[in-house]
Structures are given as C-alpha cells and as structure tokens.
C-alpha cells in the first residue's frame, strides 16, 4: 500500500496556517512526514510555527508571509514555490461574518469573498496541473456545514462555503481519473479565532466548539475516500435531517437558530 508521504508529498502547502485549523492540518501533515509551505499574514507566528516543526519531526518547512487578498497573490505564491513539488494543497484561509447582510461593509464582503471562494479556485487552477502531470495528489478546500443549506444572518458567508463545497466535489470526480484527491471539508463549529472575527457571540457556540485536531486528523483519514466530508455526528444529523426538509423550511429554520447569534 502506498503511504500517505509517497502519495502526497514530498511538500503540501497550508493557507491560513497562522491559527486554528491550518495550524492543525500543519501539525497533522508534518507528523506524516511531508515538508510544508505554511502562508498567512501574520510572519511571527508561521516563524514560529515552521521552527517547532522542523524540530520536532526533522522536516523542511518554509514560511511565506503574504496577503492573499492582494493582487495577483496566487501568482506569487506560485513563483516563491516554483522548486517545490506539491503533492497537496490545504485550501484553508477564510473569514465569515455574523449579522444583517446590509450591515457588513463592502469593502469586507468583497474581501471575504475573494478569500473564501476566488482564491481555493485560483489556488487549485494554479496548483493542481503539476500532480496531474505525476499523476498523483490530493487538494483539499475548507468549505463549512454553512455550505450545505442557505444561513439568513449569515448569508453572504454561507454562499461563500457553498461555493467551496460545490468546487471540491465537481473537482473529486473531473479529477479522479488523473490520480487525484479532492475533499471539501466541511467543519461544524471548531475551536480557532474564527468567531471572534465573524462578529459572533462569544456565548453561541461556547460548548460546541469541535477540536481543529481532531478536524484536521478526520479530513486527512477521509482524503481519498470521498468527494467531500462533514465532521461530526450531531452536525451529519442535523444536516440529514435539514437535506430532508422543503428548501424554504430548512432556510428558515437555519435563520432561526441563528438569528441572535451576532453582536449587534
Ligand atoms: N472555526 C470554525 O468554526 C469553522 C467552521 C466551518 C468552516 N471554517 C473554515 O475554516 C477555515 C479556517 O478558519 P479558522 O476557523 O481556522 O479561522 P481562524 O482561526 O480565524 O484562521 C483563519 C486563517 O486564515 C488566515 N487569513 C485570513 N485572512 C487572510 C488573508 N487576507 N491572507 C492570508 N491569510 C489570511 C489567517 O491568518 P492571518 O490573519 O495571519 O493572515 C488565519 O491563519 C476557513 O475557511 C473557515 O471558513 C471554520
């Protein structure tokens, strides 16, 4: 059986791997053996990060500081890597936001929009033709549960996700063929600064945080096995259960249990 290093390796790359879950999918790849590019725009914590694990499990990890908002980011994190061969990319950096939909500024709509959806796009375009041309990888985009049914009081953030989703599992079967993985993630509540900067109420999802290691140890057992993946049973239920309902329901049951789940 071919190992996981020999099936994605020698390197994967990590965005957003400053907090939360790429710092565990990070963690997660380099006990595996892989060599890491680790992008974010906070440079002293990927310093850091890199130096821990390279120490820790004698890999080679580079930190690229970049904002992938800016222009033509995607190209230059291509042209930093271009002597690394990729054998995996954890599409993860994203952001959400709580509240009205006419209350989030244009300027981080359009942001979040660009990161969450224009960039897993550009990245798997940019990124992928290299492992179909050795016939082996994986890609990976951390779509949401909020990808799988409308979120009134979320709104734009849930459109978001759902583009994600719909991106990973139509590139698991283009790409299946050619030797390579494609999983959509889809976290439920998890432990990592996301709330806080979506504008969420500290006390609504207090208790119901998932660990990202244990998010990020999940997805990586399920890479290869499926097109996209939802962690955790209660959230499997309930989106279940949701899938089952009319469309119109299931939106406005998902906007009352999120209705009040904002800072105002
Ligand atoms: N946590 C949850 O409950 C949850 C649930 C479902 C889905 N998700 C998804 O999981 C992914 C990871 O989020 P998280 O929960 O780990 O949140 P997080 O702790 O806030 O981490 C977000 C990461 O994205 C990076 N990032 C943000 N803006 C960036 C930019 N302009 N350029 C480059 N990097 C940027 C951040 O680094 P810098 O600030 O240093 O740039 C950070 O490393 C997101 O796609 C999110 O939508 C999270």
Not at 6 to 35: C, D, H, I, Q
Not at 183 to 192: I, M, N, Q, R, W
């Amino acid at each position: 059986m071919v190992g996981f290093a020999e099936k994605y390796g020698p390197w994967a790359m990590v965005t957003g791997a400053s907090a939360g879950l790429g710092v565990a999918f990070s963690r997660s790849l380099a006990k595996r053996g892989l060599n890491l590019v680790l992008t974010a725009r906070r440079e002293d914590r990927l310093e850091n990060l890199a130096r821990e694990l390279e120490t820790e499990h004698g890999i080679e990890v580079v930190p690229i500081p970049l904002d992938l908002c800016a222009p033509a980011a995607v190209d230059a994190l291509a042209a930093k890597t271009t002597d690394r061969e990729f054998g995996l990319v954890v599409a993860n950096a994203g952001f959400g936001w709580a509240g009205p939909f006419l209350d989030q500024p244009a300027e981080k709509l359009r942001e979040m929009v660009k990161l969450n959806c224009e960039i897993p796009a550009l990245m798997a375009h940019t990124f992928l033709p290299g492992m179909v041309s050795r016939g082996r990888g994986g890609f990976m985009v951390i779509a949401s549960t909020a990808g799988h049914v409308a979120t009134p009081w979320m709104a734009g953030y849930g459109a978001t996700k759902a583009f994600d989703l719909h991106l990973g599992e139509a590139l698991a079967v283009e790409l299946k063929s050619k030797g390579i993985d494609v999983l959509a993630v889809c976290p439920g509540s998890t432990e990592s600064e996301f709330h806080e900067l979506a504008n969420v109420k500290v006390s609504a999802f207090s208790g119901f945080h998932a660990s990202a290691e244990a998010l990020a140890e999940g997805a990586l057992k399920v890479l290869g096995r499926k097109p996209s993946w939802i962690h955790g049973l209660a959230n499997r239920s309930s989106l279940f259960f949701t899938k089952h309902l009319p469309r119109r329901m299931a939106t406005w049951i998902t906007g009352k249990a999120l209705s009040g789940h904002y800072r105002s």
